[in-house]
């Protein structure tokens, strides 16, 4: 937490405050992340030439900048047993876990208790490991980016230990309230930047399946994504800018024109990736309210309704260990209520 001090150099004249910190502070190893940096900004503990400035304010070559670091907001979010889920693998680092459907990942308005990550704080998932002093000692990097999305802002450790979100301490990435499966969570800060590398680099394994309305064929959707023009809940591939997004999709049984179980592999994570990819090629998850339709086929129909959710499962996540280096990987079939739709198509004339 000691002070950071920067010259300007000629090529950053002009530069936005708040853009040079964060692409000069970014490439330190332990640097703070975008929220940080801003509310570091906010409070007066960044300044230029000895005065505080503004986030926007432009930068003059050969002007010195002090970034004086806070301590990270604690938690507010609270333990809570009562949530379940099941645990696939847990080590000093890292715990893999079967997020059930239903459960929403972290707290946020309208969901303050009752999360995951409530349960993880129950579980004492995120007290560091003993003997670890560093964890107390080091800032961490966050970054951002379900189906989806990479880690937003999200770390905290209770009883002192480093913090540096609100609700959504050692997430990095996260699965829509609807969708079941495989996740990873960070234990500690050193753990959660390495993990947090692996997915902008894209380099995590994952696949889900999922049960889709219609006739689905091999392929690879590498689109733009972004919010939809109209109705701002939803998201888009049909968008004239956004950020890439690539899905590779192959069926692994069909059912005639009527639906296809496929598997969809992610190579980028954005929110609402693969239901948006699919919705749009006119091939919608099953049970899917945000991107679907209630299907006119009377077993469709009743499959979907009995599942009340979009049939999507994260069966595998690869990736390598932060703390040993090895390649891991995991695998969970779908819950019931994913398999009792599966044998209801089966099932269909």
Not at 281 to 306: M, Q
Request: charged share 30%; with cysteine; glycine share 8%.
């Amino acid at each position: 937490m000691r002070p950071i001090l920067l010259v300007v150099p000629r090529e950053a004249e002009g530069t936005r405050l708040d853009r040079f910190l964060a692409s000069t502070l970014s490439a330190m190893e332990g640097g703070p992340s975008r929220t940080e940096l801003q509310r570091w900004i906010e409070h007066g503990s960044v300044k230029v030439d000895g005065a505080a400035r503004k986030a926007s304010d432009k930068l003059r070559e050969g002007a010195r900048i002090t970034v004086e670091p806070e301590p990270p907001p604690k938690t507010e979010a609270l333990a809570d047993a009562g949530v379940e889920f099941d645990v696939v693998y847990m080590d000093d680092a890292v715990i893999v876990l079967d997020k059930p459907a239903g459960l929403v990942v972290h707290p946020a308005r309208g969901h303050q208790t009752g999360t995951l990550v409530n349960g993880l704080l129950a579980r004492g998932v995120f007290e560091p490991p003993d003997g670890d002093e560093e964890l107390d000692e080091r800032p961490s990097v966050s970054a951002r980016g379900d189906d989806a999305a990479s880690g937003d802002d999200a770390q905290a450790f209770p009883g002192g230990a480093r913090d540096l979100d609100r609700s959504r301490p050692g997430i990095v990435h996260r699965l829509d309230k609807g969708t079941s499966g495989l996740m990873v969570v960070a234990r500690h800060p050193r753990a959660r930047e390495h993990l947090k590398e692996q997915f902008a680099a894209h380099s995590i394994e994952r696949e889900y399946v999922a049960l889709c309305v219609g006739e689905v064929k091999a392929k690879t959707f590498d689109t733009l994504h972004g919010r939809h023009p109209t109705d701002r809940v939803r998201f888009s591939s049909k968008v004239k800018t956004g950020k890439r997004a690539v899905t590779h999709v192959r069926p692994l049984e069909g059912f005639g024109r009527h639906a296809t179980y496929v598997a969809c592999r992610l190579e980028t994570g954005r929110t609402h990736q693969i239901r948006v990819h699919l919705a749009d090629d006119r091939t919608p998850i099953l049970g899917d309210p945000l991107y679907g339709k209630v299907p006119k086929h009377e077993v469709l129909r009743e499959a979907a309704l009995a599942l009340g959710r979009p049939a999507l499962h994260a069966r595998v996540l690869g990736f390598v260990h932060p703390m040993t280096g090895e390649a891991i990987r995991f695998e969970v079939d779908p819950p019931a209520d994913f398999q009792l739709a599966l044998t209801t198509l089966r099932a269909m004339p």
